[in-house]
């Protein structure tokens, strides 16, 4: 979408504000249904929304309501969750299965969030089982307010690079091997917005610029295990936005993204008329993977140089590239405390907790966090939670604030810190793999503060960035290395930490943290929806009174 369109949007969202008397209502209906696909050339069974993959984007504006009414045409139970969006004082939109009963087949559930004072470039996906292998996902753009300036001048357009790993076996036949102790494997390629390029002079441009112009690309890797090096011939990239924060201008050759992390860039069209190739390759793996899609010029005289720029080489190169990012601080955006005027790096930690990964075969293979495990019950904890029966289905903190000594005897149980309303917290990851690892944090945006090689300590906190760390919600965990996050915990609910990796989290690397506001109050978090499918030992419960304050 161009300035003009941008512009127009934002109009009719004021226009319809005034009308409603409150914030804009966008509506969607999506229908989920089985299709072909073939993102690797290779014909198999997708999830599509719409008969669309990837699904329809959404676009809104920082404020909008957004209601999706979700038919799932599937065979099996469904959910989607609407990645990086916090969901203010409402856990319940979230569609993870601590949060949300299965949409069962046949069936449909209607979304209502609203993208409360949040800008920038996210995605939605399905969250149950390995659903995310077969597709089901798509872009979710947020945009400023109109007269809430933005720090860079209108592109001529905005595209998106939905990236990402792929296999081309089934999501069954995935899960399959996950219950039976085996993993996943190596995928069999990457794709750009579910195509790959064949160059061979036969692809169709993904994209066209006009000389001269600037163009906005939104990227997102919605892979299932791999980081992916993403770069365009000849052009640099300006790094314009994180996760739903305006960072710091600079320039890049490439850009390194890990699992579920997306960046916003400007490209401008400056070069030879002719055609160039967008470039996504993985990183930190054994294995060399590259996809590429075609950008041509209006005005292309010649075909794109088969001569791919290279992927950088090493970890060491990506973690000084996290370093390089700061955050805005002059910037106006849709945050809660503009122009930089929270002073994280000012507030006294109240508590630290530190989170280690693990693996194990002992079980079967699963995968843990401070020697725990997750599994999901019947009931979703949220409810379980909501309706005063938690103790029937989980334990609050089976897990410990600091690793245990042996990582490898693994429990395997709902998996849910209780953590105190408004408190500020520090968060560190500890990865003693030989794998890069991804995290995610349900609910909110955090200060990603440092990622550093060997283990944590607290004189380590004399490196930390507070100043003008990035405030975003993904953090990428480098082999034998770790990373810290600081948050405040001001948004009630139960919000999942998770392993972006589809297969450490599907076996158990994630947890979910309650947070309870002690005064059952809706001006910290909303009532159970009328609408909220109900299920497991809460199904035929009478409903628990509704905050009344």
């Known amino acids: ?130 659903h995310r292998a077969a597709g089901g996902f798509g872009g979710l753009r947020v945009f400023s307010r109109l007269l809430i300036p933005v720090p860079y001048a209108d592109p001529e357009d905005e595209y998106w690079v939905l990236m990402g790993d792929w296999y081309t076996k089934s999501h069954t036949i995935l899960r399959k091997f996950l219950d039976t102790g085996r993993s996943i494997g190596i995928p069999q390629g990457v794709h750009i917005n579910g195509k790959t390029a064949k160059g061979d002079g036969s692809d169709e441009p993904l994209y066209t610029m006009i000389p001269g112009k600037t163009y906005k690309y939104r990227i997102c890797n919605v892979g299932l295990k791999d980081a992916l090096n993403f770069r365009i011939q000849g052009h640099p990239i300006k790094l314009v936005e994180t996760e739903g924060s305006h960072v710091v201008q600079n320039v890049y050759d490439s850009l390194d993204v890990h699992v579920g992390q997306c960046f916003t860039v400007l490209v401008t069209a400056d070069k030879d008329p002719k055609d160039y190739y967008m470039v996504a390759s993985t990183r930190f793996t054994k294995y060399d993977l590259t996809t590429k899609a075609i950008i041509r010029y209006t005005n292309s005289a010649g075909p794109a140089s088969p001569e791919l720029p290279p992927s950088p080489v090493g970890w060491a190169w990506s973690l000084n590239q996290f370093r390089s990012f700061r955050w805005n601080l002059t910037a106006s955006a849709a945050r809660p405390n503009p122009q930089g005027s929270y002073h994280y790096g000012q507030i006294n930690i109240t508590r630290t907790i530190k989170l280690a990964n693990s693996v194990s075969r002992v079980q079967g293979l699963r995968y843990a966090i401070n020697a725990v495990s997750h599994v999901d019950p019947e009931t979703p904890l949220k409810l ?42 520090e968060i560190i990851f500890e990865n003693h793999g030989k794998t890069v690892q991804s995290y995610n944090l ?37 082999p034998k290395s770790w990373a810290a996050i600081m948050l405040t915990f001001d948004n009630a609910g139960m919000w999942n930490l998770r392993s972006e990796h589809a297969e450490n989290r599907y076996l158990g690397q994630q947890l979910y943290v309650s947070v309870l506001s002690p005064g059952r109050s809706l001006r910290d978090e909303y009532n159970l929806p009328d609408t909220q499918l109900l299920c497991g030992i809460v199904k035929d419960m009478p409903k628990p009174p509704p905050y009344s304050s």
């Open 384 to 425: 379980a939670e909501y309706y005063g029966v938690a103790d029937k289905v989980f334990n609050y903190n089976t897990i410990s604030d600091e690793p245990p000594l042996d990582l490898n005897s693994i429990t395997k149980v709902p998996n849910v810190i209780n953590a105190t309303f408004r408190d500020f917290i």
């Open 1 to 130: 979408m161009g300035g003009k369109g941008k512009l127009w949007l934002s109009m009719l969202c004021l226009l319809a504000a005034a009308v409603q008397g409150e914030d804009p209502y966008l509506y969607y209906t999506w229908n989920v249904t089985y299709g072909t696909i073939a993102p690797l050339g290779v014909p198999q069974q997708g999830i599509l929304i719409n008969g669309q993959f990837p699904g329809p984007e959404i676009n809104c504006t920082s404020n909008n309501n957004i209601v999706v009414n979700v038919f799932n045409n599937l065979d099996e139970p469904f959910l989607f969750t609407w990645h990086g969006i916090q969901h203010r004082k409402n856990s319940w939109q979230d569609g993870t299965p601590g949060t949300s009963c299965p949409i069962a087949p046949g069936t449909n559930y209607t979304y209502h969030l609203q993208v409360k004072d949040q800008i920038g470039t996210f995605f939605y996906y399905p969250s149950l089982g390995l």
């Open 442 to 478: 349900d609910g909110y945006s955090f200060f990603a503060v440092a990622i550093e090689p060997g283990r944590w300590s607290p004189e380590k906190r004399k490196n930390y960035n507070l100043l003008d760390a990035v405030s975003r919600h993904t953090i990428q965990v480098f």
